[in-house]
């Protein structure tokens, strides 16, 4: 079934320490995003990218990196955990930019 | 920055009642998508409208685009338990921007 995978689901991370969130899509589409979501925050965006090899900085970008070397794969980074980064993530693709997007089952990051 | 607040951010109603919730922003949009979110889950798209005036419906959910293209509303007639969720709009930017902007959402309880 075409779609969207996050990897993990979810994880307890320490202070600290470095994480990647994978995100993988099917769809062959261009663009993709990573976003946290917080109570009362809604939806922000942290990174993009509009086709593979390029990326772009969001909303709330520091403190995290992230990577565009094919079509499929759209990975985010953690380098150095911090309590604050504790959030629900979501990753969507889009066809392109600004059209409707697609999105993960998200992951669930608590750091300590 | 373009804006986009959802009104109300929450409401709970009793089955069979109908509802309506609101986009609104000072921008103009090149269009705007109506998601649903369910707990756990990532947003789906349920609709995108494009043209100012522009009216869809989805079974008992009707959406309007407003005249400007700055606002939104979604009716809900005779609401039902399944239609519980969070409902958040997103718009696309017109010119060279055509990245989305999310509202923050509104939580939708329908009680049996």
């Known amino acids: 079934i075409a779609g969207i995978t996050q990897a993990p689901t979810s994880q307890i991370l320490a202070a600290g320490r470095r994480m990647t969130l994978r995100c993988t899509q099917d769809m062959r589409h261009n663009a993709m995003y990573w976003y946290r979501q917080d109570l009362g925050l809604g939806l922000r965006l942290i990174h993009y990218?509009?086709?593979?090899?390029?990326?772009g900085k969001g909303e709330v970008p520091d403190g995290y990196s992230v990577s565009r070397a094919n079509t499929d794969d759209f990975p985010l980074t953690l380098a150095s955990a911090v309590p604050s980064q504790t959030s629900v993530y979501f990753c969507a693709s889009s066809q392109r930019e600004g059209l409707p997007q697609f999105f993960g089952p998200g992951t669930r990051l608590t750091v300590l | 920055t373009q804006l986009l607040e959802q009104s109300p951010q929450f409401l709970s109603i009793q089955e069979g009642e109908n509802l309506t919730v609101y986009c609104n922003s000072s921008?103009?949009?090149?269009?705007l998508q109506w998601y649903r979110q369910e707990p756990g889950e990532g947003p789906v798209l349920l609709v995108t409208?494009?043209?100012?005036?522009e009216v869809k419906k989805l079974k008992r959910l009707t959406f309007q685009f407003g005249d400007a293209r700055k606002d939104s509303s979604l009716h809900i007639t005779a609401a039902q338990p399944g239609d519980t969720g969070l409902y958040l709009c997103a718009g696309a930017g017109g010119g060279s921007n055509y990245k989305l902007t999310f509202g923050k959402g509104t939580l939708l309880t329908v009680n049996p």
């Open positions: 409208v494009v043209t100012g005036g």
């Open positions: 990218s509009n086709t593979a090899g390029t990326t």
């Open positions: 921008s103009v949009f090149s269009s």
